[in-house]
């Protein structure tokens, strides 16, 4: 129903979509439809955070790594942003002390 040609409106859909595959554990599906968005908005740091949260939950540790830190880079203030990057890091530094 979104027009093809309004690339804005069809990414917030697909973000949108992204958090109910989120809120479902399916991962796959956020990431690709985060991917969509971002293609369309490369700056839609909604996107940006699904994917790099559900990245995350995949054990793409670094590809969550760098989908949060794009986000809080664009929005400084975002909490789930700071607190994933924290979160991430703390285990690649773990991960690399095995």
Do not use: F
Not at 1 to 28: F, G, I, K, Y
Not at 64 to 90: F, H, W, Y
Request: aromatic share 2%; net charge positive; glycine share 4%.
């Amino acid at each position: 129903m979104c027009p093809v040609e309004d690339a804005e409106a069809t990414a917030t859909l697909l973000t949108n979509r992204a958090e109910s595959h989120r809120q479902m554990s399916q991962d796959h599906l956020t990431i690709q439809d985060c991917t969509a968005a971002l293609k369309l908005a490369p700056d839609n740091v909604k996107a940006l955070l699904r994917r790099g949260l559900a990245y995350e939950r995949s054990e793409k540790l670094q590809a969550g790594l760098e989908d949060l830190r794009k986000a809080l880079a664009l929005n400084p203030g975002t909490q789930m942003a700071s607190q994933g990057v924290l979160r991430i890091t703390k285990l690649l530094k773990y991960d690399a002390a095995q």
